[in-house]
């Protein structure tokens, strides 16, 4: 009988901390909502010899999660993404810079980032254009 009563006791302690960390989440927890204020940006006409331009995509947490950007990736070397590496809170702005590299690549300009976050949406496609004026040649 003893033995019983200590097996249960044990299975019961055993239940309340497999629980626990679920309780935990629930009270911290919601759901991160990334929104952009805009999702496209076009630099028009760039010079080829003119050096890199930059332009920044804000967005802000409207979920009631913690928003943690995991990546930005982009087609090409060309493009280099900026992010936050820190969790944003709810309620908070954060901005995402993407610099294009235009040295070479004379032409139309038409690139994406995609940004990958633990929330809603898990995925967000960016996107630049322009055209790059090519380098005058002496």
């Not at 009988?1 to 302690?13: G, H, P, Y």
């Not at 629980?19 to 935990?24: L, Q, R, S």
């Not at 009631?64 to 280099?80: A, E, F, H, M, S």
């Given at each position: 009988?003893?033995?019983?009563?200590?097996?249960?006791?044990?299975?019961?302690?055993a239940?309340?901390?497999?629980?626990?960390?679920?309780?935990?989440?629930?009270?911290?927890?919601?759901e991160?909502?990334?929104?952009?204020?805009?999702?496209?940006?076009?630099?028009?006409?760039?010079?080829?010899?003119?050096?890199?331009?930059?332009?920044?995509?804000?967005?802000?947490?409207?979920?009631?999660?913690?928003?943690?950007?995991?990546?930005?990736?982009?087609?090409?070397?060309?493009?280099?993404?900026?992010?936050?590496?820190?969790?944003?809170?709810?309620?908070?702005?954060g901005k995402?810079?993407?610099?294009?590299?235009?040295?070479?690549?004379p032409?139309?300009?038409?690139?994406?980032a995609?940004?990958?976050?633990?929330?809603?949406?898990?995925?967000?496609?960016?996107?630049?254009?322009?055209?790059v004026?090519?380098?005058?040649?002496?």
């Open positions: 009988m003893k033995q019983t009563l200590k097996i249960f006791a044990l299975v019961a302690i239940v309340a901390f497999a629980a626990m960390p679920v309780a935990a989440k629930k009270d911290k927890g919601g991160a909502r990334i929104k952009f204020t805009e999702d496209r940006h076009d630099f028009g006409l760039i010079d080829e010899n003119g050096g890199p331009v930059s332009c920044v995509f804000e967005f802000v947490n409207a979920g009631n999660g913690n928003l943690v950007i995991k990546d930005v990736r982009t087609q090409c070397g060309c493009t280099r993404p900026e992010y936050p590496q820190n969790p944003i809170a709810p309620g908070k702005k995402i810079k993407i610099t294009f590299l235009p040295q070479g690549r032409g139309s300009l038409n690139k994406t995609t940004v990958y976050t633990n929330g809603k949406p898990g995925k967000v496609v960016l996107q630049i254009k322009g055209r004026a090519p380098k005058n040649k002496k």
